[in-house]
């Protein structure tokens, strides 16, 4: 099941558990702790924001892109409206060479951007150059001729994601607890990856049907892998 979150109840399956801020009658959309952020060099990544916002919890970053292309906005949700509110001071503050524009935005706003990227066939920027999408059969018959290892990488994972949540994602696979290994910076926060192993190739690769498929709020891409890819992530982490 998905780590407990209140500000993720995105579907009835979701909500269950205990939610400090109710959905029904009291809720106030306000109190929902996402910030938008626009003006962003092109290069940015996660960890580029997660150090703008050095200091503040964050749950989730969605960096926003536009026919392939990113756009130079993200939205960010922090742990809880006081977060938020810190992030908001940070407005006009400088990225690299570029100041950044942080400003509220509804809770409408985000899933609305989450909605998107999820429905974008042009996942691969690298292929896009202005060519025509390519079509959902295509990008999977890429990967196929891949080789593959017992190893999946996932990327695009919430920040929040434990090893019981990838577990239950490949839950018909029956993998044991110390074949998950989420990735992790240096200072112990989760970069948004994970490594799985599989029984075998066969498994991993049939396990490549779950591609794109969510966890939580997020769209969860699945790539071949390889046993040293994984042990240089685990090295990492622990430094």
């Not at 929902?32 to 150090?51: A, E, H, M, Q, S």
């Not at 110390?178 to 240096?186: L, N, Q």
């Amino acid at each position: 099941m998905m780590e407990s979150n209140p500000y993720f109840a995105v579907s009835s399956s979701a909500a269950s558990g205990y939610h400090p801020y109710s959905y029904g009658s009291g809720f106030q959309p306000s109190t929902f702790p996402v910030v938008r952020l626009r003006g962003l060099p092109f290069n940015c990544t996660d960890i580029d924001i997660f150090k703008f916002f050095a200091g503040l919890e964050i749950v989730d970053v969605l960096l926003v892109n536009k026919s392939g292309r990113f756009s130079g906005e993200a939205f960010v949700v922090f742990a809880g409206p006081m977060q938020a509110d810190l992030a908001l001071q940070r407005d006009r503050q400088n990225m690299g060479r570029r100041y950044v524009e942080v400003f509220r935005c509804k809770k409408q706003e985000y899933y609305h951007a989450v909605a998107a990227e999820v429905n974008y066939e042009g996942i691969y920027d690298n292929d896009f150059h202005g060519s025509p999408t390519p079509s959902r059969s295509k990008r999977f018959s890429d990967k196929d001729q891949l080789e593959y290892t017992e190893i999946l990488k996932l990327r695009g994972l919430p920040f929040s994601a434990t090893k019981s949540d990838v577990l239950d994602f490949f839950r018909e696979y029956k993998l044991r607890d110390d074949k998950v290994h989420i990735a992790c910076r240096p200072d112990g926060k989760a970069t948004g990856e994970a490594f799985v192993e599989f029984a075998s190739a066969e498994e991993a690769k049939n396990a490549m049907g779950k591609d794109k498929m969510m966890i939580g709020s997020r769209y969860v891409e699945l790539f071949p892998s390889t046993p040293d890819e994984a042990r240089r992530a685990e090295s990492r982490s622990r430094q």
